[in-house]
């Protein structure tokens, strides 16, 4: 499974971005997808994640009400909707699948990762 994260990059605090991760693969459906993302200096962190059926979300306390994950499997791509950015949102997003039906936010529950996209928020 190959993902490929785009639609980074710089917005204004209170701007929205959409991001999106394309999978290639023949059964998407058969994997949960998850958002993460990594700020300079920090750790990676969960930001969201997505059951194989759209179903079931699940959000960092620090994003919940502001950021939507989606899907669409018949186009292989999850998107995640960004709005009311903040500074602190600044960071290189990643998304990540699970051979699974379901996953949660620890980084070893994915077994694929794509290559990362930069969101970058001025103040």
């Known amino acids: 499974v190959q993902l490929q994260a785009s639609g980074g990059g710089l917005v204004q605090a209170g701007g929205s971005l959409r991001l999106s991760c394309a999978a290639s693969?023949?059964?998407?459906?058969?994997?949960?997808v998850g958002w993460f993302r990594q700020a300079p200096g920090k750790e990676r962190e969960f930001v969201a994640t997505?059951?194989?059926?759209?179903?079931?979300?699940s959000y960092a306390d620090s994003v919940k009400g502001r950021f939507t994950i989606s899907r669409d499997n018949a186009k292989n791509t999850v998107y995640l909707q960004m709005n009311s950015l903040k500074p602190e949102d600044t960071a290189v997003y990643y998304c990540?699948?699970?051979?699974?039906?379901?996953?949660?936010?620890?980084?070893?529950?994915?077994?694929?990762w794509g290559q990362g996209t930069l969101v970058t928020v001025s103040s």
């Open positions: 693969v023949r059964t998407f459906s058969g994997y949960a």
């Open positions: 997505i059951s194989w059926s759209g179903g079931s979300t």
């Open positions: 990540a699948a699970a051979s699974r039906r379901y996953s949660g936010s620890y980084t070893g529950e994915y077994d694929y």
